[in-house]
Nanobody, 124 residues
Framework: VQLQASGGGVIQSGGSLRLSCAASGGIFSNFAMGWFRQTPGKERAWVAVIDWSGVKAYYIDSVKGRFTISKDNAKATLYLQMNNLKPEDTAVYYC??????????????????WGQGTLVTVSS
């Protein structure tokens, strides 16, 4: 399985970006997937995850109401729509795919495949 993340860039505070993660190999519809982010000196942490069916989605508190994760099985692509971006959202964003035992997970350890990361920089 290969994941290719894209869509990052430099954006002013309050702006919007949509990240994409195109998957190849495997059966995309079976994957639980997630978006994680990492800043220098900190561990990679979950931002939004979605279960294999695409029905159940979970978000960290700081992005609820601003970010939306979605999964297009026909296009084998994961998305993260990010609205009202804030400087504290600045990070490298990674997409991930796997088969967590309960169908979704916020744990880095339960994902088997990772995209290469895409940098999001939000200026104030």
């Amino acid at each position: 399985v290969q994941l290719q993340a894209s869509g990052g860039g430099v954006i002013q505070s309050g702006g919007s970006l949509r990240l994409s993660c195109a998957a190849s190999g495997g059966i995309f519809s079976n994957f639980a997937m997630g978006w994680f982010r990492q800043t220098p000196g900190k561990e990679r942490a979950w931002v939004a995850v979605i279960d294999w069916s695409g029905v159940k989605a979970y978000y960290i508190d700081s992005v609820k109401g601003r970010f939306t994760i979605s999964k297009d099985n026909a296009k084998a692509t994961l998305y993260l729509q990010m609205n009202n971006l804030k400087p504290e959202d600045t990070a490298v964003y990674y997409c991930a795919a796997g088969f967590p035992p309960v169908g979704w997970s916020i744990s880095v350890a339960e994902y088997d495949w990772w995209g290469q990361g895409t940098l999001v920089t939000v200026s104030s």
